[in-house]
């Protein structure tokens, strides 16, 4: 998070201005979020009451000073109090291009008469929208799993600098790169200085990113060879294993079948636009949501498992498919992650559920 404090030198109260609230007892708030309409507000508050908040949050709390000549910190000030005024505050977020963070970049580009822009948009990045998300969220695992999934190919495309002050660490990065004229014309520093407030006791998470995809590339395989292995020991004569093989393959169906039907809602009936056309939809499919339904009955009945056979074996040709697809240049999406968690499972419940359920199958 990161917002704009103008500190008044006169008789008036400092003020912080940032455009990072919403509220979920917000009318409609859920529908919004559930559609990507989601309404933020800008706010004006104390800053001393804003940074203690952070700090009782336990977060690191940076602050520059800025070099702006007088006419640049009037021109700021108007904006943000326009602003600020109830029928301006609100605007549609975007959590990549319209965010606490792209305002406050607006807000300093516009008092500065472009300049930002002007250096930052013809610059581009080696990062992908994905990357950066990556490196943010990499020190919650599920958080980063789920996100790689639903993000579609349009995070795949590399940023410009303009673009990478989406995430507030960027922004304060390439702001102490920023150079402005000062009173004889040469070249000063933006930033005059730059203080640490406060420094939370556990780790910085920026510009770094886990390699997850070991992790959840061995997760797969001991999950899906483990249902092998117990669809061989019940053939043997452990027949309880049955549910074993029953349980893996009912869990993968569910968790692949709720992220399958979540990526193709959030394809065709919201404006979530940096999840559509994902295609991770071939690896976690709605298809799941049966398979998680007909394996337990089958189990249950001890009937020969030909529907859900054939929709395993489905699964694994969809997910082949999109392995296949991926690395090509009209593709375009890192689906990596995607590929490392279903394929070795798919596979390992078709194995499984051939095994135990097919026709010629002794059990």
Avoid at 10 to 28: I, L, M, N
Avoid at 105 to 132: I, K
Avoid at 202 to 213: I, M, N, Q, T, Y
Avoid at 326 to 347: F, G, K, R, T
Wanted: hydrophobic share 45%; aromatic share 10%.
């Amino acid at each position: 998070h990161n917002a704009i404090w103008i500190e008044d030198r006169g008789p008036g109260p400092d003020v912080a201005y940032d455009w990072g609230r919403f509220d979920f007892d917000q009318e409609d708030f859920i529908p919004r979020f559930v559609r990507g309409e989601m309404l933020y507000w800008m706010a004006r508050s104390d800053p001393q009451s804003m940074i203690d908040a952070y700090v009782r949050y336990n977060r690191t709390v940076k602050i520059q000073e800025l070099r702006l000549t007088p006419d640049q910190r009037v021109r700021l000030r108007d904006y943000v109090e326009w602003h600020a005024l109830p029928e301006n505050r609100h605007y549609r977020y975007d959590y990549f291009l319209d965010n606490c963070s792209t305002r406050v970049r607006d807000a300093l580009d516009l008092a500065l008469g472009g300049l930002l822009r002007e250096a930052w948009e013809g610059e581009r990045s080696r990062r992908t929208w994905r990357d950066m998300v990556r490196e943010v969220t990499e020190v919650a695992f599920g958080e980063y799993l789920a996100l790689d999934i639903l993000m579609g190919p349009r995070t795949d495309r590399t940023v410009t600098a303009w673009e990478e002050a989406f995430i507030p660490m960027d922004l304060r990065d390439r702001i102490r790169e920023v150079t402005v004229p000062g009173p004889d014309g040469a070249p000063r520093p933006l930033v005059i200085s730059e203080e640490v407030y406060f420094q939370a006791d556990r780790p910085d998470v920026e510009g770094r990113s886990r390699a997850f995809l070991p992790f959840v590339l061995l997760l797969s395989i001991l999950l899906g060879g483990g249902a092998v292995l117990m669809a061989r020991a019940a053939i043997g004569g452990r027949r309880r294993l049955r549910w074993g093989v029953a349980t893996v393959a009912g869990a993968w169906g569910l968790v692949s079948g709720i992220l399958g039907a979540l990526m193709l809602f959030m394809w065709l009936f919201t404006e979530h636009h940096f999840a559509h056309r994902n295609l991770n939809l071939l690896q976690l499919s709605p298809l799941g949501l049966a398979l998680a339904v007909l394996v337990p009955l089958q189990v249950l009945k001890e009937s020969p498992g030909g529907a859900a056979l054939r929709l395993a074996g489905a699964a694994v040709l969809l997910s082949l498919i999109g392995a296949l697809l991926a690395p090509l240049p009209w593709v375009a999406q890192s689906s990596a992650l995607a590929i490392a968690l279903s394929l070795p499972l798919h596979l390992g419940v078709w194995w499984s559920l051939r095994m135990l359920y097919s026709p010629a199958s002794p059990g």
